[in-house]
């Protein structure tokens, strides 16, 4: 039997994206490429290159072909390997792209430039165009451009997407009852604390019915983005939200207001407190915060937020 080098080196890719996806489980960056929702996907994967670096590792040294020891001048030995080297090269390149990328380089945190890059965040209320698809057992509250809200002030919940009944581990997930009581503790108390289990529906509410929570006090944290034409005194708490992966990451945030907030530059991650106000922005009605304390924080661990999934049993 002989080695056969190109079966060796598909071999090594696959291995390598076996090892990647659990690098990226060990280390925790996982969350900085796609939804936690996905984690047990991205393990099957794994499972699956690790499955077929075995199979290919049969095909490093092949059974020995017998062939006849007369052949005519127009037989041919390429066995279906005839392609160009340019198309073998190129394919290969397209594989060990992402490997030397996701190896070699820091993960990096989506920050302002993205966000201007995807344009302008501050915008009217979510429309109330999408309906009800009537599901039961699990559903998804969805990014602020698909949700609505109910009579009482709560999100209708829309999409099945989880049919067990125990909570995956670091998934966005709550129980009906422990959602409905969130939101009910958004719509009595006075101090509304913006933590990142419920970062998305909370922004989704008070973006809809911006009066129903004027006056209150708010406590948030997000990084610092400034769009074209803000006054000095302006800037936007932001976080980033991923409903899949980085590629679907939307922006956001609350237009917020401070004396200091010139001096603040971009990406800066601050944690503010102050009281929600209404404002006008490009022919728009959307919440602001005028703040009454601030200060600079890390970069936490978990920098995006998450659509959350409730289940209904």
């Known amino acids: 039997m002989k080695l056969q080098p190109k ?7 696959l ?15 996982m969350t900085k490429y796609i939804n936690p929702k996905y984690e047990i996907l991205s393990q099957t994967a794994a499972v699956l290159f690790l499955f077929l670096f075995f199979v290919q590792l049969f095909r490093i040294w092949p059974k020995k072909h017998i062939h006849d020891e007369h052949c ?8 279906g390997e005839s392609s160009s080297s340019l198309k073998k090269m190129l394919s290969y390149a397209i594989l060990l792209f992402p490997l030397v990328t996701g190896f070699f380089l820091p993960v ?9 890059k995807k344009g302008v965040i501050l915008s009217s209320a979510p429309s109330d165009s999408k309906e009800d698809n009537g599901n039961e057992d699990s559903v998804d509250i969805g990014n602020p451009s698909e949700n609505k809200v109910d009579e009482q002030g709560g999100l209708n919940q829309e999409e099945i997407l989880i049919d067990d009944q125990t909570p995956l581990p670091n998934l966005n997930q709550m129980m009906e009852n422990e959602y409905q009581s969130k939101m009910n503790e958004l719509k009595q108390t006075k101090v509304i604390h913006m933590a990142d289990d419920v970062f998305e529906p909370y922004y989704e509410a008070i973006s ?13 944290n997000g990084f610092v983005y400034k769009e074209e034409g803000f006054q000095e005194n302006q800037l936007v708490i932001s976080r980033f939200l991923i409903t899949h992966c980085v590629a679907d990451a939307s922006i956001i945030g609350f237009l917020t207001e401070f004396d200091q907030a010139q001096h603040v530059k971009e990406n800066t991650w601050v944690e503010i407190e102050g009281m929600i106000d209404i404002t006008t922005y490009n022919g728009s009605k959307l919440p602001k915060v005028k703040a009454a304390s601030w200060k600079e924080i890390s970069e936490p661990d978990e920098p995006y937020v998450y659509p959350v999934f409730t289940q209904l049993k």
């Not at 291995?15 to 960056?29: C, D, L, N, R, Y």
């Not at 990096?108 to 201007?116: E, V």
């Open 7 to 13: 079966q060796v080196f598909r071999a090594v890719i």
């Open 108 to 116: 990096k945190t989506l920050d302002a430039s993205i966000a201007a």
């Open 72 to 79: 005519d001048h127009g037989c041919d030995h390429n066995h």
């Open 15 to 29: 291995f390598a994206f076996f090892s990647f996806i659990v690098k990226i489980h060990v280390t925790g960056e």
């Open 208 to 220: 809809m019915e911006p009066e129903q929570y004027k006056g209150r006090t708010v406590k948030l």
